[in-house]
């Protein structure tokens, strides 16, 4: 049974309730389970791509798309599934060959969060040494390969050679299928119309869908309101106000 707090405890009334909510936006990290990711036709293909490893037909693939598109929780489904390190492009900076060297030994799997930052050198040794030991990198970024701002031929020619796919932002569809998983996660009941109205309302993210219903979640039980339209209304409003305020 958790613990309830209510707003009848609180000496400052409503006010402080608010402040409270505002203290607890602070969420832990997720999980980025398998069983945690809503599969829909944008990102259908990629998931498939992920599950395919080892059959890839290159050293390398790439996962592009815009913030909150699930780009990210791939990789750590990937990670989970190979035992990859988890790199993010500044981690390259400086590495020499002898560096990477160990690296690649070391890790027969390496996730490369915003790969487009990376040092090209160092990129395109560690391609060339993962490719000699049969490893494999998957490479996460904004915008596909074809995008980037390459200036080696040789590494631009190998990420040519690598799948590219693309990871789409969620449609109303998914985004709403991750609210209703989130909402049965924490066994809570939201009344007609409140999907609808924060899929239309919110940014577009799954990210922000488990932090708006983290919020709807604290707020209802402090102030013993039931989730309905008017309380996604009041907690998206302090969502915003909260944001404004960093």
């Known amino acids: 049974m958790r613990a309830r707090c ?13 402040d409270q909510l505002a203290f607890d936006l602070a969420l832990p990290p997720p999980t980025y389970r398998r069983e ?23 050293p390398a693939l790439a996962l592009s798309g815009p913030s909150g598109s699930g780009k990210t929780h791939l990789g750590r489904i990937w990670a989970a599934r190979t035992g990859a390190q988890l790199m993010e492009a500044a981690d390259l900076e400086g590495k020499s060959v002898a560096d990477l060297t160990t690296l690649a030994a070391r890790a027969p799997a390496i996730v490369i969060e915003h790969a487009e930052r990376a040092s ?10 993962m490719r000699e ?4 990198l998957l490479l996460i970024s904004d915008t596909a390969p ?3 701002a390459t200036f080696l031929p040789d590494l631009a020619s190998r990420l040519r050679a690598a799948p590219a796919i693309a990871v789409a932002p969620p449609d109303d ?6 609210i209703l998983k989130q909402l049965a996660d924490r066994q809570l009941h939201a009344g007609a119309g409140v999907v609808h109205y ?35 209304a009041d907690v998206l409003a302090e969502l915003s106000n909260t944001a404004t305020k960093k």
């Open 6 to 18: 209510t707003a009848a405890r609180m000496p400052a009334g409503r006010a402080a309730v608010v």
């Open 36 to 58: 945690d990711f809503v599969v829909s036709e944008g990102n259908r293909e990629a998931l498939a791509w992920i599950d395919r490893w080892p059959d890839w037909p290159a």
């Open 120 to 129: 090209e050198r160092s990129l395109f040794h560690l391609y060339n040494l």
């Open 133 to 136: 030991r049969h490893g494999h």
């Open 146 to 148: 074809a995008r980037w």
């Open 173 to 178: 569809e998914l985004l709403g299928s991750i």
């Open 198 to 232: 924060l899929v239309s309302h919110m940014e577009r993210s799954a990210e922000e869908a488990r932090r708006v219903v983290a919020a709807l979640d604290r707020r209802a039980l402090a102030e013993r309101r039931e989730i309905d339209r008017r309380l996604a």
